[in-house]
């Protein structure tokens, strides 16, 4: 049998059973000469011997998808092989367990299909160096993106990945522009890498949207931006602002004791700084409620932007729209079911006769009196709460 390495007649007779072959070359900049350096040999492999890696950045598959998958590979066989690496540090041919650097689906697939044993390409073992570690991740993204495409946020996920691991070599670059490094070797555009990785700090439901693809990249990015200004609408000028941003104080202090914020942690904070535990307790319950109020009325957004199909410039004209209403409680033909007046919008004056009416008392705006309403309850539960740790205080 010909080595294809080196076109000489090998004398081993193993090479009869291992064929060594060259990894796959990436279609991607800066990604071939990495890929190529590492070559693997094939080997049939118990798919029960083979764990998937938990860093990998395809999250979701596809039930049907797979479905299909395993019908082709019942019919034609395996057509490309899985990479996988040994993870007890022996030798390709010594190890007795692997981890899937790549073919997450075609292993899953198989398991449909009913095989035992799959053919992989047994690359060697990571040595779990920093840059052995990024080689082994940009595989992953060309491997992914030349098949199925990762979602917006797995790509988000794959690109924090890298920049974190970059930030071990280079711990004083910002970074914003590490990411867009990673971005760079991935064929992305600065702006895009970081507004994917931008992703990962909106609210679930819209990640979850995007990792379904019922949202597609662009308009992912357009309703992320629309939950930042809520976010800072709602801090800077909502009716919750004191209690979100004393929330936001007491959650810094314990993330920098690395703690999680629970009553304990809001216990050991009022001890440190003087205050009384149920008012810690109350205040920050009175921003998380407002926080969820805010998920809740983003989550009517996502849901929407699902159901109606937006596009980007028809998602830009609603959310204008949504925020106007929101900011001043206005319901249909521009008549405010409520008004805050005074000064410092202290005074809050709500038109029952409107509220009363269909044609005035919009769903949106129903909603925005409601938040709006129990804001004030809880205003007034809080000072209640501080009344009455005053007496326990001055005894």
Known sequence: MTDRMNGKKSDNPAAHEALRVAAPPSTRAGLATAA??????????????????????????DEESLQRLAVSITRYGLLQEPG????????????????LLWGERRWRASRLAGLAT??????????????????????????????????????????????DRERQLSPDRPMGELIEKVGAE??????????????????RCLQAALLRRAVRREMGFELARHWNKLLAENELRGAAK?????????????????LELDASA?????????????????????????????????????????????????ARAALADRRRKHTDGKGGGGTPCFERTGREKTRLVV????????????????????????????????????AAAAPERAG
């Not at 040595?127 to 991740?137: I, K």
């Not at 991935?186 to 609210?203: D, F, Y």
């Open 351 to 386: 038109h029952l006769d409107r509220v009363r009416d269909p044609a005035v008392a919009t769903p949106e705006a129903v909603a925005e009196l409601l938040t709006v309403l129990r804001g004030v309850v809880r205003e007034i539960e809080a000072t209640q709460l501080g």
């Open 84 to 99: 996988v690496t040994p993870v007890d540090g022996a030798g390709a041919g010594e190890s007795s367990r692997y981890r």
């Open 242 to 258: 004191r209690e979100i941003q004393y929330r936001n104080l007491v959650e810094a202090w314990a993330r920098a004791r690395e």
């Open 266 to 314: 809001m216990a050991r904070y009022a001890a440190e700084t003087y205050q009384d535990p149920k008012v810690v307790r109350a205040t920050c319950r009175k921003a998380e409620e407002a926080q969820k109020a805010l998920i809740e009325h983003f989550e009517e957004v996502v849901t929407r932007a699902e159901k109606e199909g937006w596009s980007v410039a028809r």
């Open 118 to 163: 799959i053919r992989c390409k047994v690359l060697p073992p990571l040595q779990g160096g920093v840059t052995d570690e990024l080689r082994a991740r940009e595989k992953q993204w060309a491997e992914n993106m030349e098949r199925e495409g990762l979602s917006p946020i797995e790509e988000a996920i794959a690109l924090q990945d890298a920049a």
């Open 36 to 61: 190529a350096e590492a070559v693997a040999v094939l080997r049939e492999i118990p798919l029960d011997a083979i764990e998937p890696d938990p860093a990998q950045p395809r999250r979701a598959f």
């Open 186 to 203: 991935r064929g992305l555009n600065g702006i895009v890498a970081r507004n994917l990785v931008g992703l990962l700090k909106a609210p």
